[in-house]
Each structure stands twice: as C-alpha cells, then as structure tokens.
C-alpha cells in the first residue's frame, strides 16, 4: 500500500491550490479515502472524506465551503481542491484510506501566507 501526495506549495492568502493523491496497492475504487492535515505543533485532523459506496462527501467545519474533495477511480487518485487559502489553512497535508490504518504517505506542504 502506498500513497503519494503532491501539489504543495507556497500560496497568497485567498489563493488556490489542488492537491493529489495517487494510492496503490489496494483496490482504490472500493475504498472510502481522506485528505487530512497536521499543522505545526497540533494534532492531525481531518479535513474532507469521499465515501464508497455513493460518492457522498463530508467537511471539516473549517474547510467546509471552501474545499472539495473529489476521485478518479481510472487513475487511483484522490484529490483536495483548495480555495480561498487562510493562513490557518497552513500544514502538511496527507491522504488515507481510513480502513487501511497504518498506512501512511509522506504528505504535502500548504504553506499560505503574503
């Protein structure tokens, strides 16, 4: 099982960023999967799931209206569409299959600032 995150950066405040997320080792399509994030000095959260069966989505309160989370079953990829950047916002960010539980990736920097 691995994943491999990817489209961190350094973004104004209000900006934009996708992030993604190309898993293998497991049957992706039938797997529920997860961004989560874990800023400086904090615990990680979870920020936004996309759910199988269906498809449904949930959101973190503070992401929620501004992030989607979306899948491409064809390429094995989970990814987090980010807009309207805060400085909060700021962390690495990691994808998951919630069932695989030890399974990790390297992550990804957001850094938001002016």
């Known amino acids: 099982v691995q994943f491999v995150e990817s489209g961190g950066g350094l973004v104004q405040p209000g900006g934009s960023l996708r992030l993604s997320c190309v898993a293998s080792?497991?049957?992706?399509?039938?797997?529920?999967m997860s961004w989560y994030r874990q800023a400086p000095g904090k615990e990680r959260e979870l920020v936004a799931t996309?759910?199988?069966?269906?498809?449904?989505?949930d959101y973190a309160e503070s992401v929620k209206g501004r992030f989607i989370i979306s899948r491409d079953n064809v390429k094995n990829t989970v990814y987090l569409q980010m807009n309207s950047l805060k400085p909060e916002d700021t962390a690495v960010y990691f994808c998951k299959a919630p069932r695989l539980k030890d399974y990790w990736g390297q992550g990804t920097q957001v850094t938001v600032s002016s």
């Open positions: 080792g497991f049957t992706f399509r039938t797997y529920t």
């Open positions: 996309i759910r199988f069966p269906g498809g449904s989505t």
